[in-house]
């Protein structure tokens, strides 16, 4: 699968509270429970003498030692994707000795996968990719067994396949199987180690943990379909999987050894180019369906829940550049500025006197604005907000004008003491 999974954030209610810390023994409650829910009690297998050689660094730290490097082998890990992000989480798990990594993927190595996806070569180009990874991680560790799925995760399957497995790596270039993974993690009650990356910028989290968020309680519903741009078309910097894709291979072997204290209720945002790593707090929303009231019990029809890919129109939204804006804002005849972004980017960074209305919740509030005023919208990059721009102008807003660029471009052109995210 093509890597573009990053979710800038759709019109959902992340909700988030500060100061709470769960530990890492919650998040392996999970990896000692069987498929019925009862516990499963394994007993760790011996290491070869060539595993004693090969892992040497790993016996020699204290939290792993002999024992850790047996749990493991004992371990067992789902790779949902084989492509940006699946690349160095494949390639460190096998080399760190995880006994079985499982690979789900149906695509076919292209050379312009070659620019991040580093678990294929060139010589692998029209290959399977789940065949070229097999041939990598085999030459990295041939101790570790990899089980192959040439297939689409779907509501059929998903729940079968992940059942094997004790954590799961969401390595996912789309909403419908992001959300499929995360709602059968929850049904299954396995580790769902999320990760997401755009142009320059990350995010990962461990969802569905015993007590601690899912996917679902950050993001209720998947973005207006069209809304975010994949890889493909919006681009990402080639080492940038390799940054959160390492953050997810580190989290899955810290939940196999149960070590450290792992990314559960905490989002960690990454932007490759400030250097800039940001952690916001995450609670589990006891409102959502999925690991909250538990109303889905049974897995969907993602594709119809994600919708179709539509466009903006935008030749009828006009824009407004960052500094005409600021200009405005100078001569007292500012526009009404409304920040469509989700909470927790407020938090980060905001433009002067706008007023806060997440995308998912401006067709409540959007009777709150004045028709007759001129209205500025902007969100992140300017994506969201081109969208906001398009549903004002339906309710009968007509004088609504995009910020080009978003407040990224805002704190380039404007005022580089708004951090940038
Ligand atoms: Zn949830």
Redesign the pocket.
Known sequence: MRSWGHIIPPGGRPRKARGRSISYHTAMAHLTAGHDGGARVRSLPELSSDELQRYGRHLVLPDVGLEGQRKLKAGRVLLVGAGGLGSPVALYLAAAGVGTLGLIDFDVVDISNLQRQVLHGTSDVGRSKLESARDRIRDVNPHVAVDTYEMRLTSVNALDILSDYDVVVDGTDNFATRYLTNDAC?LLGKPNIYGSIFRFEGQASVFATERG?????LYPDPPPPGLVPSCAEGGVLGVLPGIVGTIQATEALKLLLGIGEPLVGRLLLIDALGSRFRVVSLE??PT?P???TREIRELLDYDAFCGSVTSPDADVISEMTPTELSQRLSRGDAPDIIDVREPYEWQIARIPSARLIPLGTLHREASSLDPGREIVVYCHHGIRSAHAAEQLRAAGFTRVRNLAGGIARWSEEVDPTVPKY
């Open positions: 929850v968020p899912c996917y679902r309680c589990r929303d959502c999925a690991c909250g």
